[in-house]
């Protein structure tokens, strides 16, 4: 079983849509959670962080984490060309000396 | 003013080659890193220093060899490169606070070719 899993995709939306990516994690033990976005041939920027249960809402962003079912999600509201990407999900627990251990990416395509 | 700067940003060398990559912050991050990413997207660690100091050694053959001479450089040296190197090598750094690490900000990427 893979550490930090998630669908590859490509996932297809049109423009103005709800972007759902999911992410689920094996490491009970892990404490914070990260969404990435990385455009072709360039470097990883992080969008969000979230530790706590629940929901955290940044702009058109909401990153959502349930750490009973190890599952953590970005949702994308009215989604734009420009967001088509790949969308890491990653994940670290504590006394990992800041180890980020990703997911294989999901590929987002925005159709206008 | 990049807060991560990696050099160089291309790199085409023939199998059995040495060469390094060169990797600067100017962020005051305790932390710095370096991860593989595979033609497949998937990003792994390599190394991760802090405060100069190894902290995470993944198993990476020791053909790969990083030095950190302060806190705001780590530098990656390969020795003997194989065909199987090829990948795009990330730097990172990152600060903790608290216990609670605040997330990655990553250089700008090294493509590696070795032909």
């Known amino acids: 079983q893979k550490e930090v899993e998630q669908n590859s995709g490509p996932l297809s939306v049109p423009e103005g849509a709800i972007a759902s990516l999911n992410c689920t994690y094996s490491?009970?033990?892990?404490?914070?959670f990260f969404w990435y976005r990385q455009y072709s041939g360039k470097s990883p920027e992080l969008i969000m962080f979230i530790y706590s249960n629940g929901d955290k809402e940044d702009g058109r962003f909401t990153a959502q984490l349930n750490k009973a079912s190890q599952y953590v999600s970005l949702l994308i509201r009215d989604s734009q060309p420009s967001d088509s990407a790949t969308y890491l999900c990653?994940?670290?627990?504590?006394?990992?000396?800041?180890?980020?251990?990703f997911g294989q990416g999901t590929e987002l395509s925005v159709k206008p | 003013d990049t807060a991560v700067s990696q050099t160089p940003k291309y790199l085409v060398t023939q199998m059995g080659n040495d060469k390094s990559i060169k990797c600067e912050q100017n962020?005051?991050?305790?932390?710095m890193y370096w991860y593989k990413q595979d033609s497949k997207k998937f990003l792994k660690i390599m190394f991760s220093y802090n405060n100069k100091e190894l902290i995470i050694n993944e198993t990476v053959p020791n053909r790969f060899s990083p030095k950190s001479p302060d806190k705001a450089h780590l530098n990656l040296h390969i020795n003997s490169l194989e065909l199987g190197d090829s990948a795009v090598y990330f730097c990172?750094?990152?600060?903790?606070?608290?216990?609670?690490?605040?997330?990655?900000?990553f250089g700008s990427g090294t493509r590696l070719t070795v032909v």
């Open positions: 990172a750094s990152s600060q903790e606070g608290a216990g609670i690490n605040y997330g990655y900000t």
């Open positions: 962020l005051g991050h305790d932390t």
């Open positions: 490491d009970r033990g892990s404490q914070s």
């Open positions: 990653a994940v670290t627990g504590h006394n990992q000396g800041g180890k980020l251990i």
